[in-house]
């Protein structure tokens, strides 16, 4: 349902030295300047020509509007912007969520985190990225919001329903579906691709806002961007298949994409090593930054794993913990918690995940992305 959910990696410029001792002041400011949590409002409300004129435009309609920098754009899957989306099939109500929700992280696993560079695999494309051992970098993880998550109701509904018209039958709801040469099938694509517009445009507004809030503390910080990538999308790419070049759609749910060295889609200073992975952890535990491998087209239509993924359901984490006692464990690590919700901070504790570790030794084993630095988390804002 979240739809475009993804990740973005800033980079400060600072080594962990500098920002050891503002911790604390660093996340009051970032919770203050970004709301997390459930139906959580930003600063920002959209008129109805704005709000088309958002997902039309994407994160180019967010730099346009001052909310980052022209650069951001060359760093940013697809240049901030997928061509196609059609606000137009995107319901009333599911524009009405989202009018007040720009700029703001969201619940459930999603978060902001200041992070350190504890351990660099690979130093040459880890250069190459500007990253290095002690480096503080800033993480991003949320996605289209309301407007995602309406979008998918709306259309499972009406899937649903015209499914045996379509000569499909249905073992479980939750995977209605319609031919993607049909009207409704269509009709949702372009839906999907605004909605893929309305998460660029909202991580482009989140950067903004964690920018003015590292000014106030840690003013020489330059929140340069790395790399912005989804994990929850369907795209047309090129690839390779029974022998001839070829247009697909190429649908991702919990997988990022991970073009190689050399891919056209890459911009200059990337496209030589490749596109950076962006593997985030769950709470208090590490991220990732893999690159992309030259055989993941060929092995996964240039697809790797985004996360480690649950071990234990949400209900189960909240039976075996308190937030209050996952928030001491955390800062008795030193690192700092801020979020709306103690049953939200339960719910994504640590050992709930999976080992991220081992996650990302899979995918570089099967050939699909490269480790090139390990991340740890000094400052975590929790949606």
Request: charged share 25%.
């Amino acid at each position: 349902f979240d739809i475009s959910c993804g990740v973005r990696t800033l980079l400060t410029g600072l080594p962990a030295a500098e920002v050891a001792g503002r911790k604390v002041e660093l996340a009051d400011a970032l919770y203050a300047a970004v709301p997390a949590g459930v139906g959580s409002r930003g600063r920002i409300s959209l008129s109805p020509a704005e709000m088309d004129a958002m997902l039309a435009g994407g994160a180019g309609w967010a730099v346009a509007r001052d909310y980052g920098e022209p650069e951001d754009l060359q760093r940013i899957e697809e240049r901030g912007c997928v061509a196609g989306a059609r606000p137009d099939c995107v319901s009333d109500k599911a524009k009405q969520r989202q009018r007040e929700e720009m700029g703001t992280l969201g619940s459930g696993n999603h978060y902001l985190e200041v992070q350190e560079v504890a351990e660099v695999y690979d130093a040459a494309v880890a250069a190459a990225f500007g990253l290095a051992r002690g480096d503080v970098v800033v993480s991003i993880h949320c996605g289209s919001r309301g407007l995602g998550h309406q979008i998918g109701t709306d259309y499972l509904r009406e899937m649903a329903i015209a499914a045996p018209a379509h000569g499909i039958r249905l073992p479980d709801r939750e995977l209605a579906c319609a031919p993607i040469t049909s009207e409704l099938g269509q009709r949702y694509l372009g839906a999907m691709r605004a909605a893929t517009n309305c998460a660029l445009a909202n991580r482009q507004i989140i950067t903004h806002l964690a920018r003015q809030a590292f000014a106030t503390v840690l003013p020489q910080a330059r929140l340069r961007l790395l790399f912005d990538v989804s994990h929850n999308t369907c795209k047309t790419e090129q690839h390779e298949m029974n022998g001839a070049r070829r247009t697909l759609y190429v649908h991702r749910k919990g997988a990022t994409r991970a073009f190689g060295p050399g891919h056209p889609d890459l911009p200059p200073g990337l496209r030589e090593v490749g596109q950076p992975v962006l593997i985030g952890g769950s709470m208090g535990t590490a991220s990732h930054i893999l690159v992309g491998a030259a055989e993941s087209e060929r092995r996964s239509f240039a697809s790797a794993c985004h996360g480690a993924g649950r071990s234990l359901s949400r209900h189960a984490a909240l039976r075996q913990w308190r937030g209050c006692q996952v928030v001491d464990e955390l800062a008795a690590r030193g690192i700092i918690v801020r979020a709306p919700s103690a049953p939200g901070v339960a719910e994504e504790a640590p050992r709930a995940d999976k080992d991220v570790d081992a996650v990302v030794e899979a995918a570089e084993r099967a050939g699909l992305a490269r480790r090139v630095a390990r991340l740890v988390p000094l400052v975590c804002i929790k949606g």
